[in-house]
């Protein structure tokens, strides 16, 4: 490779750091979701699978969850996703991208419940995150990154669906005999998945921007103390990207540290001419300054810093052939800026251990949003999540995502 088209192409790859700032008016800001819809399609979604105790058992692969998994890709459809089920099961819906190459935003929960379960563990997720689609189809919005609405495959007995999704469901899990006997392979064909391509649902690291499940709390925390929404924001990870991958800048997650490393080549300084050198330094100067300009650019808290900078070989007579630096972006949280703008009381939580957002975290930034559940309980009939909280949660769903599709 030539010297300009080493640069060029490290050019590109800088230019994929960028932070672009939201063009046009920002009237996204008040765009709100419909709170009756959201709660009448939850009370609608409570039909299938209707429990004698007024909850729903709608254990994943039964004709309940079959029907009720049928009535949310009908809602999806209305709500202008085109939608299809992958090979582990998992109900996906795609609002297409305005621009090229950008990753995708998720977004969902799961309907199926456990045995004698309630009609909100899951369901506010899934039904909230329709009803965002629902409110960017009415708003003729354009969005940047492909939206994808997921409903989880089998959350309750194993996180089956988002398993699949990153990779991490051994076969043999598909072809051994379940406690009931039945294979998972023959209940997944059941629900109009393809258990012989599950290598084909599988999603690699770096593969997602974000994925943002609204989800009840499963503890009386907010409900006790009075609060509105709980915050979960991911789990800030190391990650080692080489230059052509460090496109992801802002996640939900509010610190991100990459180790960056680029190769040249090196020459020996006094007979190489200048038009046959790939000087790494060059690469790491531009790249240090877009990352000072990039985060300039963009009205907000966040601060970028290259802080570290290792050159190799290091020597006064060797073109630099290899430089590692460091990328260190704080930008504020997402979530957290959702729930501001809506001026709704909110406390960070721990982690939302045992729900799918947990696999999804190994392929890209994650966020959950609780809101309260009465006196925490879950997993009952007695679950109960107001109209008010479900409307709340939902309009913090929107928000996020509409910031997480500005960048
Ligand atoms: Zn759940």
């Known amino acids: 490779m030539r010297r300009r088209d080493f640069l060029r192409t490290t050019a590109a790859a800088v230019s994929a750091v960028a932070l672009r700032p939201g063009t046009g008016p920002v009237d996204w800001k008040d765009w709100r979701v419909t709170g009756d819809r959201v709660n009448q399609h939850l009370t609608d979604l409570s039909r299938f699978g209707a429990n004698p105790q007024g909850g729903?058992?709608?254990?994943?692969?039964?004709?309940?969850?079959?029907?009720?998994?049928?009535?949310?890709?009908?809602?999806?459809?209305?709500?202008?996703?085109?939608?299809?089920?992958?090979?582990?099961?998992?109900?996906i819906?795609?609002?297409?991208?305005?621009?090229?190459?950008?990753?995708?935003?998720?977004?969902?929960?799961?309907?199926?419940?456990?045995?004698?379960?309630?009609n909100y563990d899951g369901d506010v997720g899934s039904m909230s995150a329709i009803e965002v689609a629902q409110t960017l189809a009415e708003r003729a919005y354009r969005n940047r990154h492909p939206l994808t609405v997921v409903i989880w495959c089998d959350e309750e007995s194993g996180l089956t669906?988002?398993?699949g999704f990153i990779g991490d469901l051994p076969p043999a899990e598909l072809t051994s005999p379940g406690r009931d006997g039945v294979p998972l392979a023959d209940k997944i064909r059941r629900i109009g998945g393809d258990p012989d391509r599950l290598a084909d649902a599988r999603h690699a690291p770096g593969s997602i921007a974000?994925?943002?499940?609204?989800?009840?709390?499963?503890?009386?925390?907010?409900?006790?103390?009075g609060l509105e929404i709980g915050i979960v924001e991911g789990i800030v990870g190391i990650h080692h990207y080489d230059v052509t991958k460090i496109g992801i800048v802002e996640g939900i997650v509010g610190i991100h540290h990459y180790d960056v490393t680029i190769h040249g080549f090196a020459n020996h300084a006094g007979t190489t001419p200048m038009d046959r050198r790939r000087n790494a330094l060059l690469a790491a100067a531009e790249l240090t300054l877009a990352v000072d300009r990039i985060v300039r650019s963009v009205p907000g808290r966040q601060v970028g810093t290259v802080g570290r900078l290792l050159v190799h070989p290091g020597a006064p007579n060797v073109i630099p052939g290899q430089v590692d630096l460091t990328v260190e972006l704080r930008i504020r949280a997402v979530i957290a800026d959702a729930v501001a703008g809506l001026n709704l009381t909110n406390q960070l939580m721990p982690s939302g251990a045992g729900h799918d957002?947990?696999?999804?975290?190994?392929?890209?930034?994650?966020?959950?949003?609780?809101?309260?559940?009465?006196?925490?309980?879950?997993?009952?009939?007695?679950?109960?999540?107001?109209?008010?909280?479900?409307?709340?949660g939902a309009n913090v769903l929107l928000q996020t995502v509409l910031r997480l599709d500005q960048t």
């Open 56 to 91: 729903v058992s709608r254990v994943a692969f039964t004709d309940a969850d079959i029907a009720g998994r049928r009535f949310a890709m009908d809602l999806m459809r209305q709500a202008g996703l085109a939608v299809h089920i992958d090979p582990v099961g998992n109900i």
């Open 93 to 118: 819906g795609e609002r297409a991208s305005s621009a090229r190459n950008a990753l995708p935003i998720l977004f969902g929960s799961h309907i199926d419940s456990v045995p004698e379960g309630g």
């Open 161 to 163: 669906g988002s398993r």
């Open 210 to 225: 974000a994925y943002v499940e609204l989800h009840i709390e499963q503890g009386a925390i907010l409900d006790e103390r």
């Open 357 to 392: 957002a947990q696999d999804l975290a190994r392929i890209g930034p994650m966020g959950m949003i609780f809101v309260p559940s009465v006196k925490g309980i879950s997993h009952s009939p007695l679950e109960l999540t107001r109209p008010q909280d479900v409307t709340n």
